[in-house]
């Protein structure tokens, strides 16, 4: 499975963007895809995972209310949603898929990974 994000940029406090993540190659067997963030000398952190079959959602505590998963089984491409940016959001967002779903919040239990955009919120 290949990842590709995009749609990272700068933007204002109180702003929003929409990431995506297309994925290609064999995502039938894709049980979860998620976002992930690393900011600058800090550990790589979830943000919100989603079940691909079933569209359930989970999401950290520091985003929820504000960012919204989503994905579209036609393109099979996910989307996250961030609206109320913080400066606190500021990192680079990275896509992952997981073919099992044993930990949909752990960065060591999906199999797959795009390269990563970078989303710089300034205030």
């Known amino acids: 499975v290949q990842l590709q994000a995009c749609g990272g940029g700068l933007v204002q406090a109180g702003g929003s963007l929409r990431l995506s993540c297309a994925a290609s190659g064999r995502t039938f067997s894709t049980y979860a895809m998620a976002w992930f963030r690393q900011a600058p000398g800090k550990e790589r952190e979830f943000v919100a995972a989603?079940?691909?079959?079933?569209?359930?959602?989970y999401y950290a505590d520091s985003v929820k209310g504000r960012f919204t998963i989503s994905r579209d089984g036609a393109k099979n491409t996910v989307y996250l949603q961030m609206n109320s940016l913080k400066s606190d959001d500021t990192a680079v967002y990275y896509c992952?898929?997981?073919?099992?779903?044993?930990?949909?919040?752990?960065?060591?239990?999906?199999?797959?990974w795009g390269q990563g955009t970078l989303v710089t919120v300034s205030s």
């Open positions: 992952a898929s997981d073919r099992y779903g044993l930990g949909l919040t752990a960065s060591n239990q999906y199999e797959h």
């Open positions: 989603i079940r691909w079959s079933s569209g359930s959602t």
